[in-house]
């Protein structure tokens, strides 16, 4: 039994995760912002799978800060933790900029996941695995977004941007780690599927959630994905693929990574 780590499962394709692999046997910790949600889902998966095999967390990943208390309510519990799947995103929201000053979309797809994927490598596992939320829509970022001196009014470009970003540090990151803690890999689980995000951003029914979880399920627990440290599965071609050409090039991939140390850096300091 492997215990896994979904960020916003309390709907959409997290929750349809969620419950896949609780009905495989595993044990799954749900994350929300909202401690009503969270608590409703836990109770709710509880009564499929027993309390024990269940656990609950609250954070707001717009609050960088907050994450910092996410990993140590979860390492207090959890002396180990098998799997990270970084699902939480945003596309639009009434406000674009967050109280610190960033854009919205790099903080929640890009930033958040990175600083949780760090302060939880204590308890990965070195034959686990973190599987991050990517994207089809994948652009060249600005570097001025991910230190709040750019914010989007276009929600597109600053999505596509952000899910390139956390493309870039995935792959960076698993050179880091090689041979030395858990397997990295990114993930787009198809393309317009029928999340909350996708209904109110493109106001669109969307395509089965399923189709995203199989392969987050996958990416998760199956021995095809077990080699595939710092590779892009592309969910709509149903393979490995290139992502953008930037997310291939070392120079822009390290850069970004600099950038994001350096917000971080800042907003501690």
Known sequence: MKTILITGSTDGIGLVTAKALLERGHRVLIHGRSEQKVNGVVAELATLAGAERVAG????????????????????????????????????????????????????????????????????????????LSSAAQSSVDLKALTGEVAFNDHYA????SKL????????????????????IAVNPGSLLASKMVKEGFGVPGKDLGIGADILVRAALDEEF????GQYFDNDA??????????????????????????LGSLAG
């Open 165 to 184: 970003a956390i493309t870039m540090w995935t792959r960076m990151l698993a050179q880091d780690w090689e041979g030395q803690g858990p397997i990295l």
């Open 158 to 161: 600053a999505y596509a941007q």
């Open 238 to 263: 149903q393979r490995f693929a290139p992502p953008h050409a930037d997310a291939l090039d070392d120079a822009l991939c390290r850069q970004v990574v600099a950038t994001m140390e350096k917000t």
């Open 57 to 132: 967390f609250v954070a707001d990943l717009s609050d960088l800060v907050a994450i910092d208390s996410l990993a140590s309510d979860v390492l207090a519990a959890n002396a180990s933790l098998d799997v990270l799947i970084n699902n939480a995103g945003v596309f639009q929201a009434p406000s674009v900029v967050t109280a610190d000053g960033l854009d919205l979309r790099f903080v929640v797809n890009t930033l958040a996941p990175y600083l949780l994927t760090q302060k939880l490598a204590p308890a990965l596992r070195p034959a686990g695995r973190v599987v991050n």
């Open 226 to 229: 077990a080699g595939a440290n």
